[in-house]
């Protein structure tokens, strides 16, 4: 009878382990899904960040090229600014100049030419 006891344990324990390798099979196969969910949700995330990568280097060699032309503008207006100050000095040089020249016309003009003299006009 021993045997037979223990054949009959044996049962018993073999027919639990099977309920414990369904549910073993069970969360395998679950996890499986997990897995595969997960390397899906992955994918498309490392695609996702592949492209925003595209797009800000994009975006970032558009700045580089505004960047770079909002430098030659600024140049182009300092050049064009200070060619006009220059113009500016100039004309005031100019109409100083000219003015100083009439002015010394009048006072040389008025040390040359002679003062009016009196002239008594007498009855005789």
């Known amino acids: ?3 037979q006891v223990k054949i009959a344990v044996l049962e018993q324990k073999i027919a639990d382990m099977d309920t414990i390798v369904l549910r073993l099979d069970t969360a395998i196969e679950k996890l499986s899904e997990v897995n595969t969910t997960v390397s899906r949700m992955l994918a498309v995330h490392e695609e996702r960040i ?9 975006l970032f060699a558009k700045i580089d090229k505004l960047r ?7 140049d182009s207006v300092l ?7 220059k113009k ?3 004309g005031m040089g ?3 100049t000219i003015s100083l020249m009439f002015r010394a016309g009048n006072i ?7 003062a009016p003299q009196e002239v008594i006009v007498r009855e005789s």
């Open 1 to 3: 009878m021993d045997n």
């Open 50 to 58: 592949t492209k925003q990568e595209k797009i800000d280097e994009l």
């Open 68 to 74: 770079d032309k909002m430098d030659t503008d600024h």
């Open 79 to 85: 050049q064009r600014l200070s060619g006009l100050e």
């Open 88 to 90: 500016v000095w100039i």
């Open 94 to 96: 100019i109409v100083l």
């Open 108 to 114: 040389f003009q008025n040390i040359l030419t002679p």
